[in-house]
């Protein structure tokens, strides 16, 4: 479970970085309205944070495995990417198989180390 917890902060690092160049994409953007546009782009940088924040706190696998924040945080983390899943079916006008299938794998993926095989955090 170690390793699948290292796994996944490489993930949110990998998407964390994704996510910086969709927000200077957004910032691009001129054709929208001025407060969507700024709406956009400060979700964007928040949400960029949070992943990076998730990323790099999933670096201490100890913590992450034993104490009760770690588990949040694995939980926070499905929930995050399994809520994106969802939305990418319901509220996106066109779905993205790719967006789903990565999303929903990630977010299930956060999981393992909560409901999977019991072993000692090293």
């Known amino acids: 479970m170690n390793t699948v917890v290292r796994i996944l902060a490489i993930i949110n690092l990998l998407f964390a970085a994704f996510h910086v160049l969709l927000a200077v994409q957004l910032w691009q953007l001129t054709d929208i309205h001025p407060q969507i546009h700024a709406l956009l782009v400060m979700l964007a940088i928040g949400g960029t944070l949070f992943i990076l924040f998730l990323g790099v706190a999933l670096m201490w696998v100890r913590e992450v495995r034993s104490t009760t924040i770690g588990k949040i945080l694995l939980l926070l983390g ?39 095989r019991r072993s000692p955090a090293r």
């Open 78 to 116: 499905a929930c995050t990417y399994l809520t994106r899943a969802v939305e990418e079916v319901w509220i996106a006008p066109e779905v993205s198989l790719p967006i789903l299938i990565v999303c929903a794998v990630t977010g299930l993926l956060h999981l393992v180390p909560l409901f999977g």
